[in-house]
């Protein structure tokens, strides 16, 4: 069954750190481009970083400098290691996978999802 798992997520307070992990089954991790997205509630789905499986990685603004995305490719993991965190990157957040070449921020290009795990921020 090719599916994707997150975990890690969690309650922190402002300035706080959180890893989160992805774990794929079900296909070949290594030649996916993989990328991480968030959802507050009342809010569309926002793309937090993607990392090619060469390793290019391409951040959004808001999380530069602050998060950092890791894979490891023989295990079929990817991780996202939160630091400084703030009560605006209170969310679900989702791992995915796409099928195909190209590093876009628009979570519709992406093609198999996880189930989404909740990161809370304290102010």
């Known amino acids: 069954q090719v599916q994707l798992k997150e975990s890690g997520g969690g309650l922190v307070q402002t300035g706080g750190s959180l890893r989160l992990s992805c774990a794929a089954s079900g296909l070949t991790f290594s030649t996916l481009n993989m990328g991480w997205f968030r959802q507050a509630p009342g809010k569309e789905r926002e793309f937090v970083v993607v990392?090619?499986?060469?390793?290019?990685?391409v951040y959004a603004d808001s999380v530069k400098g602050r998060f950092a995305i890791s894979r490891d490719n023989a295990k079929n993991t990817g991780d996202l290691q939160m630091n400084s965190l703030k009560p605006e990157d209170t969310a679900v957040y989702y791992c995915a996978v796409r099928l195909s070449v190209g590093l876009p921020r628009d979570p519709r290009e992406y093609n198999l999802w996880g189930q989404g795990t909740q990161v809370t921020v304290s102010s």
């Open positions: 990392s090619s499986w060469s390793g290019t990685t």
